[in-house]
């Protein structure tokens, strides 16, 4: 079985500033995906950023990048100059196959300004 | 604007009732999943729809039913309503059924 794992429950950032979110991962599987969402306050789900087991480059979109450490079972968002819209909650979730998402319990960002 | 509509936004209903909440996929997306956030459970699968067929169950309870019709929305009835299952629920959408998922912006429901 799949498990995501956040283990901040809250982080706090000043605007402009830089913020990594945690994620560890659980799978016996070589071939899997990683995303990360973001969903503010008004509820929607967004897709951020995608990273695929076998890719060599950390992937990044915009001021997302995951730094994926595939020994270390961890896919860690940051978050480089932090806007006040980056406030939201935040999930981790990863994917077998073709099976469906596993999410994580997810990590409350809020910026300050 | 993920691509995916689903309605209602919100629905308030009380215990015993039945609703059922609808969803249309980005436009050329085949694969619909139906998934439940709530405060206790996080968020957890429900349902894959793959071009009509159901593709994979998860924590789906009987009282809950889906279908894809062939122009490829999506609707998940809901039975029987607990106060328990007062939640958001989400659909999402792939091109086939290893991609990314986008999400609806959802719909709330309320059971009274």
């Known amino acids: 079985a799949q498990k995501i794992t956040q283990t901040q429950p809250g982080m706090f950032v000043q605007e402009k500033e830089a913020v990594t979110l945690d994620c560890t991962y659980d799978t016996s599987d070589q071939s899997y995906g990683l995303f990360w969402y973001k969903q503010p306050s008004s509820g929607e789900m967004i897709f951020l950023i995608y990273q695929g087991s076998y890719d060599e480059q950390n992937a990044t979109e915009g001021r997302y990048s995951l730094n994926f450490q595939k020994a270390r079972k961890s896919a860690n968002l940051v978050i480089s100059a932090s806007q006040l819209g980056d406030s939201a909650m935040y999930f981790c979730?990863?994917?077998?196959?073709?099976?469906?998402?596993?999410f994580g319990k997810g990590t409350m960002l809020l910026v300050s300004p | 604007d993920s691509g995916v509509t689903q309605t209602p936004k919100h629905l308030i209903t009380a215990t015993g009732q039945r609703v059922t909440l609808r969803c249309s996929p980005r436009s050329g997306d085949l694969s619909v999943y139906w998934y439940q956030q709530s405060l206790d459970q996080g968020l957890q699968f429900l349902i894959q729809?793959?071009?009509?067929?159901?593709?994979a169950k998860g924590n789906i309870l009987e009282r809950f039913s889906a279908q894809q019709f062939p122009d490829l929305h999506s609707e998940l009835n809901l039975s029987s309503l607990e106060l328990g299952d007062s939640a958001l629920y989400f659909c999402?959408?792939?091109?086939?059924?290893?991609?990314?998922?986008?999400f609806g912006p959802g719909t709330r429901l309320l059971v009274l």
């Open positions: 729809y793959y071009n009509g067929e159901e593709r």
């Open positions: 999402a959408s792939a091109r086939l059924g290893g991609e990314t998922q986008y």
């Open positions: 979730a990863m994917r077998v196959g073709y099976s469906t998402l596993t």
